[in-house]
């Protein structure tokens, strides 16, 4: 220490420069160190935090100069996080990994009042309906802070629904108080990650905000179409080769198929179309003498298969006509039936009327 840093130095109180070893300390101990902004936190919300993170991660408080100083002994990285000190600062240092802090915090932001003269930060709405409060001056400070009230059926009832304060607009003191009556809190008060330190990088709040149901899907889609180029272009990896494999394999049956390569693998399936084929072709022969004793029995057999499924379907139509027959004799009977009766009915009417 040379001679103008320890005069600097000498004047400096000695809690400040424990409070600045503590931090090194802190920051040596812990793989992760993140700064957040702490302010409009009531103290009592802020105690509860630190408690909730016992045990995962450790809250502490320092003013910034003291952060920014022990911040500034430390490498080049580390530095840089000076820049992200300002305003009222909070220290986290855990051994989480930055994105998972990045979600604890989140997560311990709670709903509060909103104050007297601060800005609305959206449109805050109060539902009509009926209220827990009995009939009395509630009346008169509900209609002070712009929200229509009256009673019914002795209770205090809003008349309707109302917005009583805009985006960006000054609440007044009627309408903060009557808010936090309603149980109505339009502020989110919790800590405001600003960056992390992790061995040497620096992620601020942004970088950490992921949607990790839009990553793993885009995880996905990536993986699959790497996968598919791959084997477009028939590149070998571990994931690829079966594929690989297989496809060459699928394409040199065919190419030895469409070439009539007699190959042990592929015989069989040449001869089928071989015999496919001449069958074909015998239909275009007049002469059965110029035909192959097997060559005959194989056509035969197929057209006695054919003339057996022509039989079938004949019976099948011969059946369905029968049932269509037999339906509209039905309904003929029927119709006579009724006819008959009609005309019973008919002739019993005429002689009861003529006697």
Not at 44 to 68: D, H, P
Not at 276 to 298: K, V
Request: hydrophobic share 45%; proline share 4%.
């Amino acid at each position: 220490m040379d001679a103008a840093t320890e005069h600097r130095t000498s004047h400096v109180p000695q809690w400040k420069l424990d409070c600045v070893e503590e931090i090194r300390e802190l920051a040596d101990k812990y793989h992760i160190m993140g700064i957040a902004g702490i302010r409009d936190i009531p103290a009592k919300q802020l105690q509860e935090m630190r408690r909730s993170f016992m045990g995962t991660a450790k809250l502490v408080i320092y003013r910034n100069n003291l952060i920014q100083r022990a911040l500034g002994g430390g490498d080049s990285d580390i530095n840089s996080m000076n820049t992200h000190v300002g305003d009222q600062t909070a220290l986290i240092f855990t051994d989480l990994n930055p994105f998972t802090l990045f979600k604890l915090i989140a997560s311990s932001k709670t709903q509060a009042p909103i104050k007297a003269g601060a800005s609305a930060p959206y449109d805050i709405v109060v539902e009509g309906g009926p209220t827990s409060f009995a009939p009395g001056p509630i009346i008169g400070d509900l209609q002070n802070a712009g929200i229509p009230a009256k009673i019914d059926k002795g209770k205090v009832v809003i008349k309707e629904t109302v917005v009583v304060a805009r985006e960006g607009e000054t609440v007044s003191r009627a309408l903060a108080e009557m808010l936090t009556r309603l149980e109505i809190y339009p502020m989110t008060v919790g800590l405001e990650l600003r960056a992390v330190y992790d061995d040497g990088a620096v992620m601020t709040a942004d970088v950490l905000d992921l949607d990790e149901e839009k990553y793993a899907s885009d995880i996905t889609s990536s993986a699959a179409s790497a996968f598919n180029l791959a084997v477009a272009i028939a590149y070998p990896t571990g994931a690829t080769i079966l594929t690989l494999l297989a496809k060459a394999a699928g394409d040199a049956r065919n190419l030895a198929i469409n070439s009539a390569i007699p190959e042990p693998g592929i015989i069989d399936a040449l001869l089928m179309r071989a015999q496919s084929q001449a069958i074909s072709l015998s239909g275009n022969i007049t002469d059965p003498a110029a035909l192959g004793e097997s060559l005959r029995q194989q056509i035969a057999f197929r057209e006695q298969e054919k003339e057996q499924e022509e039989a079938k379907a004949g019976e099948a139509v011969s059946a369905a006509e029968e049932e269509a027959a037999e339906a509209a004799g039905k309904d003929a009977a029927d119709e006579a039936k009724g006819t008959e009766e009609k005309e019973e009915e008919a002739a019993e009417g005429l002689g009861l009327l003529f006697g």
